[in-house]
């Protein structure tokens, strides 16, 4: 009880924080005003139309206060990571928009293992038992999974993230308790979510530059976003290439095994 009171005052004072940020904004002469900029930044982005009006609004924004801009992004993107909230995708398309395609990687990337990180310490403090309770089958599978793994252990959760067996926000959660250690768990999240990242990073660039929706189903569009995606496959190929050799080889060494104990 008193883990979960503590997770629920953490929770309550970042909510509290991230919504003065979001609303206590500087005035701007190219907006209309403060308010109107703080009704459309309070809200999370659910769908195309609300990311690409909550892009345009931010963009102009932070033609005169782009320290605000980046302050905001980065607090909301680590608030929905370090909690748990689904619906980071659409931060990254934002992040594209508004930053460009590589600076906006590189955002993403950091502020996904940081917040990662967080909710990592979150559930290391105040989430263990929760999980276990509530999760139990889960949690088992994936320790037995580590456990086999764990002379690899970074390159089984690169293979995780670049292959999810289970989804990021349950790894992230059950990590304390699977007793991963940090700095190989802020890496392999660094790492392995590169390629996401860069796909959704890309697109927002893309979807950044046109002028229209109808634009998005033009065929340069379309051929933009396929090599993106193509782009995107080939760590994760060369990744699971590699463990299914070393998997092989594994084998190998233990048939040689065998084989000389019988001949001694």
């Known amino acids: 009880m008193h883990s979960l009171l503590g997770l629920l005052m953490v929770f309550a004072g970042s909510t509290f ?8 904004l500087p005035r701007a002469s190219t907006l209309v005003s403060a308010e109107e900029a703080g009704d459309r930044s309070l809200w999370f982005p659910s769908d195309l139309a609300e990311l690409r009006e909550l892009s345009e ?6 033609k005169e206060h782009q320290v605000y801009v980046f302050l905001l ?4 993107y680590l608030y929905k990571q370090s909690f748990a909230i689904p619906g980071s995708s659409f931060l990254n398309v ?5 930053f460009g395609p590589w600076l ?19 559930s290391s403090v105040f989430g263990k038992q929760l999980v276990v309770l509530y999760f139990p089958d889960k949690v088992a599978l994936l320790q037995k999974k580590v456990e086999e793994n764990r002379s690899g252990l970074f390159f089984f959760l690169l293979f995780l993230r670049l292959f999810p067996m289970t989804p ?7 990590a304390p308790i699977l007793n991963i250690p940090i700095v190989q768990f802020f890496f392999s999240v660094l790492i392995g979510l590169i390629p996401y990242n860069f796909i959704c990073v890309q697109t927002g660039s893309i979807l950044s ?13 379309a051929f933009k976003l396929l090599a993106i995606a193509l782009v995107a496959l080939v760590p994760g190929t060369l990744i699971k290439k590699f463990s299914q050799k070393d998997l092989r080889l594994k084998e190998t060494s233990n048939a040689r095994s065998l084989n000389s104990r019988k001949v001694t």
């Open 17 to 24: 924080a991230l919504y003065l940020l979001s609303t206590r």
């Open 168 to 174: 990021n926000w349950f790894l992230n959660l059950s």
């Open 73 to 76: 992004f980065c607090s909301a």
């Open 94 to 98: 934002l992040a594209g928009a508004l």
């Open 104 to 122: 906006g990687l590189l955002l993403c990337c950091v502020l996904t293992s940081v917040g990662a990180t967080g909710c990592y310490l979150l």
């Open 209 to 221: 530059t046109l002028t229209s929706l109808d634009a998005l189903f033009s065929w340069e569009t």
């Open 57 to 62: 609004v931010l963009r102009e924004y932070r």
